[in-house]
């Protein structure tokens, strides 16, 4: 199963992020949930960084990004960082109405 957990602080704005698993449903290399997964959790990183300019710490390789937010974030960017996380959240939803339970979304808030 893969696990996307997101942690939030008492303003609901995302301090970190881990993705993590693999479904194994299929061979590596030829399993569309786990492509699927990892282009959302790539492009949303990445969107994070580069579009929004929030510094990250962290960690990304093959089964996992774990990633913390470096600080806190202006208003504007506050903003974007929460349409990027409501937007990753949908796409996996997405994937789960498709293929089933693939993508166990876990929500916390933490200070």
């Not at 996996?92 to 693939?102: A, R």
């Amino acid at each position: 199963m893969i696990t996307a957990e997101f942690n939030y602080d008492r303003d609901t704005l995302l301090k970190s992020f881990t993705f993590s698993g693999h479904d194994n449903s299929e061979a590596r290399g030829e399993n569309v949930i786990c492509a699927a997964a990892s282009a959302l959790a790539l492009n949303f990183s990445q969107s994070i960084t580069k579009l929004l300019k929030i510094k990250v710490k962290g960690v990304i390789k093959s089964g996992i990004i774990s990633l913390a937010l470096d600080g806190p974030a202006d208003a504007q960017r506050s903003r974007g960082l929460r349409l990027l996380t409501e937007s990753v959240k949908l796409g996996f939803m997405s994937i789960n109405e498709k293929y089933g339970e693939v993508i166990k979304i876990i929500e916390t808030i933490k200070d």
